[in-house]
């Protein structure tokens, strides 16, 4: 297949309806398509089929390479989202700062520091530092990993 003829190919595929391009995925891909894709995501994973057709697809190292990536991913523990960080209403939450104590105290609707409140311990934790950090993270609440294996920062609960 040659690469002008290949350009045309993947011209033609913008003048089809949606139905049209449904059907070349089946047959291109030997599947039903998945349900709601787009009209932009047909067009490109038929394209994407087209060219590997026309130019020999990936080498068999890198098909390797993908499968061992996946294989590991598979087996790895879901760290994607971080759990979420619950506070009960009176918790004190200290943290030393350039040789000061500062605690927090948590109510239902917010935090108070120094007498005032504020909606997130990020404000405290710019006020306190005059930088930008993340207040779960400056008072600890978030665990980093530090040479393989997980470590709060330097604070109480």
Do not use: C
């Not at 003829?5 to 993947?10: I, T, V």
């Not at 787009?38 to 038929?46: A, K, Y």
């Not at 996946?70 to 040789?99: C, F, M």
């Not at 990020?122 to 980093?144: N, V």
């Amino acid at each position: 297949m040659a690469a002008i003829n290949l350009g045309e190919m993947l011209a033609h595929l913008a003048k089809l309806t949606i139905y049209e391009l449904r059907g070349e995925w089946r047959q291109r891909h030997r599947l039903v398509p998945p349900k709601r894709l787009s009209r932009d995501l047909l067009i490109r994973g038929i394209a994407y089929k087209m060219q590997e057709v026309a130019n020999g697809g990936l080498s068999k190292a890198t098909l390797r390479k993908l499968e061992k990536i996946r294989a590991t991913a598979r087996d790895a523990p879901d760290h994607s989202r971080p759990s979420p960080i619950v506070l009960k209403p009176g918790t004190k939450l200290i943290r030393e700062w350039h040789g000061a104590t500062h605690t927090v105290l948590v109510h239902g609707d917010g935090f108070e520091w120094r007498g005032q409140r504020y909606r997130s311990l990020s404000q405290i934790a710019r006020e306190i530092t005059r930088a930008h950090w993340s207040g779960p993270r400056f008072f600890g609440l978030r665990t980093r990993a530090v040479s393989g294996s997980d470590e709060t920062d330097n604070a109480r609960a």
